[in-house]
């Protein structure tokens, strides 16, 4: 496969990539963590302003993980973020701000399995280690005509047995060439195999085969996303500041600032349900709902469901005893709010009072 990639990735291969150019494993390893379940084009957007930020181990593992998390903002999956900043924590106190140069070592980092260290090991320290990430996974896959699960057990081990037995020495190179190939030509649903330099050899390819070739999934088989329904309290006091809590760092948007969720189901909410919010809301937060006032309902896809959300628009009135749950929370401008790490659609909310 080497032989037959490297020439092709020589003239092929995604080489204006910024982390294509750089041999540090800070900024490397940065890559690889972004671009875990992340999209290149969406990574490319924040991979400078991250950079920027936070050049090295030390500058990030010193970072408030507010001002992390606010940059992270928008990239999903936020246990990344959480993880990036305890890696870099543990990288700048236990190995002296030097990535581990040993697969073992750097797979005890929060955050890195062995295709993520393996892809920084090779970049950064010109080892040889084999990748397995969703691409190469796919590649592996055909051209090895394997049939069933990509994730079984007895096939996980077996991919890896051939990435390491397809992977030369430096590996830098390939890993990237075969990184490209699943990206741009063996793809999922229609691989482009008349412009695959493995056309000859690929088990699963129209010249080995005489069919089409066979869709290949990370699993197996996508389910519809199942939808879930939410009401997220919208409450500001007589100054115009909004009350956000911070969401626990297990679950859907750990650690980020968010309105109160004060309805979540998989049904969509009926007059009983929008009662029970506002009842609620009075009782945890002191807040008065603006009656039959609900916002439109918006949608929000992540991987494995579709969120549809509503605000309730409420005012927080002057109370001489805060209610526990205020406590919990803070009050904030709603430009300054947007400093902090917030999901997605509470940012939209949030432009929109500015």
Same mark, same amino acid.
């Given at each position: 496969?080497?032989?037959?990639?490297?020439?092709? +990735?020589?003239?092929?291969?995604?080489?204006?990539?910024?982390?294509?150019?750089?041999?540090?494993?800070?900024?490397?390893?940065?890559?690889?963590?972004?671009?875990?379940? &992340?999209?290149?084009?969406?990574?490319?957007? +924040?991979?400078?302003?991250?950079?920027?930020?936070?050049?090295?181990?030390?500058?990030?593992?010193?970072?408030?993980?507010?001002?992390?998390?606010?940059?992270?903002?928008?990239?999903? +999956?936020?246990?990344?973020?959480?993880?990036?900043?305890? &890696?870099?924590?543990?990288? #700048?106190?236990?190995?002296?701000?030097?990535?581990?140069?040993?697969?073992?070592?750097?797979?005890?980092?929060?955050?890195?399995?062995?295709?993520?260290?393996?892809?920084?090991?090779?970049?950064?320290?010109?080892?040889?280690?084999?990748?397995?990430?969703?691409? #190469?996974?796919?590649?592996? /896959?055909?051209?090895?005509?394997?049939?069933?699960?990509?994730?079984?057990?007895?096939?996980?081990? &077996?991919?890896?047995?051939?990435?390491?037995?397809?992977?030369?020495?430096? #590996?830098?190179?390939?890993?990237?060439?075969?990184?490209?190939?699943?990206?741009?030509?063996?793809?999922?649903?229609?691989?482009?195999?008349?412009?695959?330099?493995?056309?000859?050899?690929?088990?699963?390819?129209?010249?080995?085969?005489?069919?089409?070739? %066979?869709?290949?999934?990370?699993?197996?088989?996508?389910?519809?996303?199942?939808?879930?329904?939410?009401?997220?309290?919208?409450?500001?006091?007589?100054?115009?500041?909004?009350?956000?809590?911070?969401?626990?760092?297990?679950?859907?948007?750990?650690?980020?600032?968010?309105?109160? /969720?004060?309805?979540?189901?998989?049904?969509?909410?009926?007059?009983?349900?929008?009662?029970?919010?506002?009842?609620?809301?009075?009782?945890?937060?002191? #807040?008065?709902?603006?009656?039959?006032?609900? /916002?439109?309902?918006?949608?929000?896809?992540?991987?494995?469901?579709?969120?549809?959300?509503? &605000?309730?628009?409420?005012?927080?009135?002057?109370?001489?005893?805060?209610?526990?749950?205020?406590?919990?929370?803070?009050?904030?401008? %709603?430009?300054?709010?947007?400093?902090?790490?917030?999901?997605?659609?509470?940012?939209?909310?949030?432009?929109?009072?500015?």
């Amino acid at each position: 496969m080497a032989a037959r990639l490297l020439p092709w +990735y020589a003239d092929n291969g995604r080489h204006h990539l910024p982390w294509r150019h750089t041999v540090d494993a800070y900024a490397l390893w940065l890559a690889e963590i972004m671009l875990q379940q &992340t999209r290149v084009e969406t990574a490319l957007d +924040y991979y400078p302003r991250f950079l920027e930020k936070f050049p090295g181990w030390e500058s990030l593992a010193s970072a408030n993980l507010d001002d992390v998390l606010a940059l992270w903002s928008g990239l999903g +999956y936020y246990a990344r973020a959480r993880n990036a900043h305890r &890696t870099a924590k543990l990288v #700048a106190a236990d190995w002296n701000g030097l990535f581990p140069d040993t697969l073992e070592e750097a797979m005890l980092l929060p955050g890195v399995g062995r295709s993520t260290a393996a892809a920084v090991l090779d970049s950064a320290y010109g080892q040889s280690q084999a990748i397995l990430d969703a691409n #190469a996974r796919r590649v592996l /896959l055909r051209v090895h005509g394997l049939q069933g699960n990509p994730r079984a057990p007895a096939q996980e081990k &077996t991919l890896w047995r051939l990435a390491e037995q397809e992977t030369p020495d430096p #590996a830098h190179e390939y890993n990237q060439a075969i990184q490209d190939l699943g990206s741009l030509v063996c793809l999922s649903k229609r691989p482009r195999c008349t412009n695959c330099p493995l056309m000859g050899v690929c088990r699963g390819s129209p010249a080995v085969t005489g069919e089409a070739s %066979p869709q290949v999934s990370g699993g197996s088989g996508k389910r519809p996303r199942p939808k879930r329904f939410g009401l997220f309290l919208l409450a500001l006091d007589g100054s115009g500041k909004v009350f956000l809590e911070r969401r626990p760092e297990q679950g859907v948007w750990g650690g980020l600032w968010c309105l109160p /969720l004060v309805y979540e189901e998989t049904s969509l909410p009926g007059p009983e349900d929008l009662a029970e919010g506002a009842a609620l809301a009075a009782s945890r937060f002191g #807040a008065v709902l603006r009656a039959g006032e609900i /916002l439109s309902f918006r949608q929000h896809v992540f991987s494995h469901f579709i969120l549809e959300f509503a &605000t309730l628009p409420a005012f927080l009135p002057a109370m001489q005893q805060v209610p526990d749950a205020l406590s919990h929370g803070q009050l904030w401008a %709603p430009g300054d709010a947007l400093g902090l790490g917030l999901p997605s659609p509470i940012r939209r909310i949030l432009e929109e009072l500015c």
